[in-house]
């Protein structure tokens, strides 16, 4: 049960996994979803998908949301979606964005990414993205 369904706020952990050390494109995300009302957890910069998956379950996250501009998109998300598998933590929900190329978006939403967003979409995309997802969990 994921706390939406108890009338909390949404909690999302933004992740920078990998080498990428530009965090500028996540830490807008990261505000505009604090801005739409979420609570939100910034993991930092060359966080490890082990870390970041720890920090969603002891932070009892909905959501995780990856950036990734270093072309490791495939694995970094193959694995983030694994351990949390492995951790009996699938109901976190996994989206993301970054420099990710058209082809690979298939790929990643059979892996279970739930959404990709690619460079220049609008903030409230992502909002509104987050919103409808929500929404149609709790109506389930």
Do not use: C, N
């Not at 992740?15 to 530009?22: A, R, S, V, Y």
């Amino acid at each position: 049960m994921t706390s939406t369904s108890t009338g909390s706020r949404i909690r999302i952990v933004v992740g920078k996994p990998g080498l990428d050390g530009h965090d500028r494109g996540a830490k807008i995300v990261a505000r505009a979803l604090r801005d739409a009302g979420h609570e939100v957890i910034y993991t930092g910069l060359h966080q490890t998908p082990e870390q970041i998956v720890e920090t969603a379950i002891q932070e009892d996250a909905d959501l995780i949301g990856l950036s990734v501009l270093s072309g490791a998109h495939m694995t970094l998300f193959r694995t983030l979606v694994r351990l949390l598998a492995e951790r009996d933590a699938s109901d976190i929900v996994v989206f993301g964005g970054g420099i990710i190329p058209d082809e690979d978006i298939p790929v990643l939403e059979e892996l279970g990414v739930a959404k990709v967003f690619t460079p220049g979409a609008p903030t409230h995309e992502i909002t509104d993205w987050v919103a409808a997802h929500f929404a149609a969990e709790d109506a389930s």
